[in-house]
């Protein structure tokens, strides 16, 4: 059976082929920092790839997320409110999605082990995550330190520090579409549904990887979306609003959704790194010039995850924290 193709909802553009930038990881340094800058530019994402992450870790996971959304309804809801279905945030946001979010840190991870494993004491799924979430923290402030390079901030060290810090606000989600495919009276078929709606994301940046199946669009500008090829040997790195601010806008923070599409399951895994959540956010002094004042007011972390939980989805928060 052929597949009708995802009808583009009116007044949207999809672009059909992926024009997304690809470092390598493995190239020539002041070439991969150069291709990283342009990319958190010009799009806010990027795809990386030799990114030194160990196969087995990420395999890991991924059969631990399978695992527990293959699971009964009555079971996963036990890990409420880490497991959700359907519903996105407080305010009436909806998908057609189900999901884990996690605080990454290693207590946390701990203790909701221990309810998702209660029927599967062996499963590992502490491991698994630990490892994992750790595995893409370091790869996240490789690059965060790289960007820093690139942008010529003299500490190297001033976004990843945030994320590295004990009391770092980051969370690990996994998000599960399940094939939304429906047949219609006139035999016609229909599978384009919103899994999750456009966004930006609040955090400094997102690393996401998803399984073999497509579903992920960015929104470079208004109207316009580009499909992401999936990769699962790739990583996804997005730009999110604090980075924005901290480089004084200079990198901007991608607007996205996901849609379901598929007679297959979808399942990716975002690792959002976030700062403490007292930490103050404002640029590096070298990024803000008379040329360039400031375009934000300082705000700390709590601040802004406090709009970010009072706003909808798809509202854009950081708005609200321009100077003047
Ligand atoms: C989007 C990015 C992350 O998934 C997330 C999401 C959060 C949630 O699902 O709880 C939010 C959403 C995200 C932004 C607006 C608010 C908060 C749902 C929502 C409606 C975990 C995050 O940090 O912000």
């Given at each position: 059976?052929?597949?009708a193709?995802?009808?583009?909802?009116?007044?949207?553009?999809i672009?059909?082929?992926?024009?997304i930038?690809?470092?390598?990881?493995?190239?020539?340094r002041?070439?991969?920092?150069?291709?990283?800058?342009k990319?958190?530019?010009?799009?806010?994402?990027?795809?990386v790839?030799?990114?030194?992450?160990?196969d087995?870790?990420?395999?890991k996971m991924?059969?631990?997320?399978?695992?527990?959304f293959?699971k009964?309804m009555?079971?996963?809801?036990?890990?409420?409110?880490?497991?959700g279905?359907?519903n996105i945030?407080f305010?009436?946001?909806?998908?057609e999605?189900?999901y884990?979010l996690?605080?990454?840190n290693?207590?946390s991870?701990?203790q909701?082990?221990?309810?998702?494993?209660i029927?599967?004491?062996?499963?590992?799924?502490?491991?698994k995550v630990?490892?994992?979430?750790?595995?893409v923290?370091?790869?996240?402030?490789?690059?965060?330190?790289l960007m820093?390079e690139?942008?010529g901030?003299p500490?190297t060290?001033?976004f990843?520090?945030l994320i590295?810090d004990?009391?770092?606000?980051?969370v690990?989600?996994?998000?599960?579409?399940?094939?939304?495919?429906?047949?219609?009276d006139?035999n016609?078929?229909?599978n384009?549904?919103v899994?999750?709606?456009?966004?930006?994301?609040?955090?400094?940046l997102?690393?996401?990887?998803?399984?073999?199946v497509?579903?992920?669009?960015?929104?470079?500008?208004h109207?316009?979306?580009?499909?992401?090829?999936?990769d699962?040997?790739?990583?996804?790195?997005?730009?999110?609003?604090?980075l924005?601010?901290?480089?004084?806008g200079?990198f901007?923070?991608v607007?996205?959704?996901?849609?379901t599409n598929?007679?297959?399951?979808?399942?990716?895994?975002?690792y959002f790194?976030?700062?403490p959540l007292?930490?103050?956010?404002?640029?590096p002094?070298i990024?803000?010039t008379?040329?360039r004042?400031s375009?934000?007011?300082?705000?700390?972390w709590?601040?802004?995850?406090?709009a970010?939980?009072?706003?909808?989805?798809?509202?854009?928060?950081?708005?609200?924290?321009?100077a003047?």
């Open positions: 059976m052929v597949l193709s995802p009808k583009p909802i009116r007044s949207e553009r672009l059909q082929s992926d024009v930038p690809i470092v390598d990881l493995k190239g020539e002041c070439e991969v920092i150069k291709q990283i800058v990319a958190s530019e010009e799009y806010g994402f990027f795809k790839i030799n990114h030194g992450i160990n087995e870790i990420i395999d991924e059969e631990a997320g399978f695992s527990f293959a009964p009555s079971q996963k809801k036990q890990a409420s409110p880490a497991y279905c359907n945030g305010n009436g946001d909806i998908g999605v189900e884990l996690l605080n990454a290693t207590s991870i701990a909701i082990s221990k309810t998702i494993s029927d599967d004491p062996h499963s590992n799924f502490r491991y630990s490892s994992y979430t750790e595995a923290k370091e790869l996240a402030c490789e690059i965060l330190e820093a690139g942008l901030v500490d060290k001033v990843s520090s590295r004990i009391d770092s606000d980051s690990l989600r996994l998000n599960h579409y399940p094939p939304t495919l429906t047949v219609k006139n016609s078929t229909s384009n549904k899994g999750f709606g456009e966004h930006s994301d609040p955090q400094i997102t690393i996401l990887r998803s399984n073999d497509p579903g992920l669009q960015i929104s470079p500008q109207g316009l979306w580009i499909p992401v090829n999936p699962p040997s790739a990583f996804c790195l997005n730009v999110g609003d604090v924005e601010v901290m480089t004084n200079r901007v923070s607007r996205h959704r996901a849609m598929s007679y297959k399951s979808r399942m990716s895994m975002a790194g976030a700062p007292n930490a103050c956010i404002v640029a002094p990024l803000v008379p040329h004042p375009l934000f007011r300082p705000f700390s709590a601040d802004y995850k406090k970010t939980y009072s706003l909808r989805l798809g509202d854009t928060r950081i708005q609200l924290f321009r003047n």
